[in-house]
């Protein structure tokens, strides 16, 4: 059972390049996530999507940019990184919105130098 | 931003101790949820309360939701090394689809 898988878990960059987290679920949820997890600030939810081809922002949108192109996937996006985005990103998906359980990938850790 | 404070932020026993993890906010919220999350790995949800006063058991977990809908609790009776980890409250706003999670508690048992 794969759940929700994040590539890559790790990765370094420099200031001002670029990147693309990918994650997919094969659960069939509707809503997908990205959070970026920093020490005592809990999750903070960066972007979601509602559906296939929806996307809206969170908490934290500024400097990344998202697409769901398909159901089953939901890409996060830094177009110019800032070391400010040094980070844990997860990913999560669920059934529906409000309570409905939230499954989370393994995340990816980044490191912008 | 509904914001969800955790306390302790770090908790340190030893097995056998009991212990009960806070989680105070100022809004209201139609739901609570509680997550633990282990080192490299995502939250898993543990339990979802939806109604004031609620309690709940998981094992040797006891959940609470407040009578006004702003605080949760979360104790666990005689700690076990395998509860260590870092224990998440997310709740959902009166009518709306996103979680806000709390700051976290890093729990650790000792043997």
């Known amino acids: 059972n794969a759940g929700v898988t994040q590539t890559p878990k790790f990765r370094v960059l420099k200031t001002g390049q670029s990147m693309t987290l990918l994650c997919a679920q094969d659960?069939?949820?509707?809503?997908m996530y990205w959070y970026r997890q920093d020490p005592g600030m809990g999750l903070r939810l960066i972007h979601y999507?509602?559906?296939?081809?929806?996307?809206a922002k969170g908490e934290v949108p500024d400097g990344y940019n998202v697409s769901r192109l398909k159901k089953q996937n939901f890409l996060l996006g830094l177009e110019s990184a800032a070391p400010s985005q040094t980070s844990v990103y997860f990913c999560?998906?669920?059934?529906?919105?409000?309570?409905?359980?939230?499954?989370f990938g393994d995340g990816t850790r980044l490191s912008i130098l | 931003t509904q914001l969800l404070e955790q306390s302790p932020q770090f908790l340190s026993i030893q097995e056998g101790e009991n212990l009960t993890v806070y989680c105070n906010s100022s809004s209201v919220f139609s739901s609570l949820q509680w997550y633990r999350q282990e080192p490299g790995e995502g939250p898993v949800l543990l339990v979802t309360?939806?109604?004031?006063?609620e309690v709940k058991k998981l094992k040797r977990l006891t959940f609470q939701f407040g009578d006004a809908r702003k605080d949760s609790s979360l104790h666990i009776t005689a700690a076990q090394p395998g509860d260590t980890g870092l224990y998440l409250c997310?709740?959902?706003?009166?009518?709306?689809?996103?979680?806000?999670f709390g700051t976290g508690t890093q729990l650790k048992v000792e043997l």
């Open positions: 997310a709740g959902v706003a009166g009518g709306g689809n996103k979680l806000t």
């Open positions: 309360v939806v109604t004031g006063g």
């Open positions: 999507s509602v559906g296939e081809g929806t996307t």
């Open positions: 659960m069939n949820h509707e809503y």
């Open positions: 999560a998906s669920s059934y529906g919105g409000g309570y409905q359980p939230q499954h």
